[in-house]
T-cell receptor
Framework: DAGVIQSPRHEVTEMGQEVTLRCKPI?????LFWYRQTMMRGLELLIY??????IDDSGMPEDRFSAKMPNASFSTLKIQPSEPRDSAVYFC???WGRGGGNQPQHFGDGTRLSIL | EDKVVQSPLSLVVHEGDTVTLNCSYE??????LLWYKQEKKAPTFLFML????IEKKSGRLSSILDKKELFSILNITATQTGDSAVYLC?????????????FGQGTTLQVKP
């Protein structure tokens, strides 16, 4: 079975540009998570969706960040305008979530983002 | 404030040694504790623990949860160089159908030949 698929694998762009990261969750999973990983702060949850609906975006650092999930098989994380401090590895994860017995989250290989 | 703390932060051992990694937590509405292994790319799932005192085992790896004392350990016996990685502990919490994960800082394990 295909795992979580993220694109691009690497992105290098200049400050001020718009960046769009993409994620295809595992087929059948109904929960999708976006994380950011840095050396200083480790893995941090940015936002998560359940059944395509954003449930908690309290981890989104500021208004420059936005995320969408138009259907069960696709999600985007957008940064506009990008800044050097946004440089990090961004992971997408998915799971099957149900009350009282969630399944573990499975991660994609991440997008390494560098903002110059 | 919800938090997950792992120790040690780094560890260097030789092949064949046994290691114990620690994870303590303080969260509201605890649901489960998970262990992941991260090499160069994605964290890969190892164990999910929900009940105290029940050991989960997979080959040379095993883990147990103590919900009274709020900690978990991950044991690796007869370590191999392929065990070198960052081991992440995460706690799922929340009252909705989908729990949020809080990750610890990770323990970097290096196994020398």
């Amino acid at each position: 079975d295909a795992g979580v698929i993220q694109s691009p694998r690497h992105e290098v762009t200049e400050m001020g540009q718009e960046v769009t990261l993409r994620c295809k969750p595992i087929s059948g999973h109904n929960s999708l998570f976006w994380y950011r990983q840095t050396m200083m702060r480790g893995l941090e949850l940015l936002i998560y969706f359940n059944n395509n609906v954003p449930i908690d975006d309290s981890g989104m650092p500021e208004d420059r960040f936005s995320a969408k999930m138009p259907n069960a098989s696709f999600s985007t994380l957008k940064i506009q305008p990008s800044e050097p401090r946004d440089s990090a590895v961004y992971f997408c994860a998915s799971s099957w979530g149900r009350g009282g017995g969630n399944q573990p989250q499975h991660f994609g290989d991440g997008t390494r983002l560098s903002i110059l | 404030e919800d938090k997950v703390v792992q120790s040690p932060l780094s560890l260097v051992v030789h092949e064949g040694d046994t290691v114990t990694l620690n994870c303590s937590y303080e969260v509201t509405n605890f649901r489960s504790l998970l262990w992941y292994k991260q090499e160069k790319k994605a964290p890969t799932f190892l164990f999910m623990l929900t009940s105290s005192g029940i050991e989960k085992k997979s080959g040379r790896l095993s883990s147990i949860l103590d919900k009274k004392e709020l900690f978990s350990i991950l044991n690796i016996t007869a370590t191999q160089t392929g065990d070198s990685a960052v081991y992440l502990c995460a706690v799922e919490h929340g009252s909705s159908n989908t729990g949020k994960l809080i990750f610890g800082q990770g323990t970097t394990l290096q196994v020398k030949p």
